[in-house]
């Protein structure tokens, strides 16, 4: 079984920065992509950034590009979230989740990937 522990989430100030990291261990750690998503109180799951495990492809959702950059170790089976500029906007808890194969489900949607993390809050004050 595969396990995602994200570490790294806080309380910061606008315009100050964080970096989550989130840590795969288990069995047969392969997969073709891992992503970040956040949620925030009363809202849907939202894709923010992903990255595949090999060729290191990257995609943000709009409303973090320029601002937030997820980068892996494939050394250390973890994967990054570097957010900077943040908004009271960020609010959200964040999930890392890993898709073992590319499949038919888009990349910005919950069911293309097979494993989730806890998640790891992270609060930014006006």
């Known amino acids: 079984q595969v396990q995602l522990v994200e570490s790294g989430g806080g309380l910061v100030q606008a315009g100050d920065s964080l970096r989550l990291s989130c840590a795969a261990s288990?069995?047969?750690?392969?997969?073709?992509?891992m992503g970040w998503f956040r949620q925030a109180p009363g809202k849907e799951r939202e894709f923010v950034a992903r990255?595949?495990?090999?060729?290191?492809?990257?995609n943000y959702a709009d409303s973090v590009k320029g601002r937030f950059t997820i980068s892996r170790d494939s050394a250390k089976n973890t994967m990054y979230l570097q957010m900077n500029s943040l908004k009271p906007e960020d609010t959200a808890v964040y999930f890392c989740?890993?898709?073992?194969?590319?499949?038919?489900?888009?990349?910005?949607?919950?069911?293309?990937?097979?494993?989730w993390g806890q998640g790891t809050q992270v609060t930014v004050s006006s």
């Open positions: 990255i595949t495990w090999s060729g290191g492809r990257t």
């Open positions: 989740a890993a898709d073992r194969v590319l499949g038919g489900n888009s990349y910005m949607s919950i069911r293309a990937y097979d494993y």
């Open positions: 288990g069995r047969a750690l392969s997969w073709y992509a």
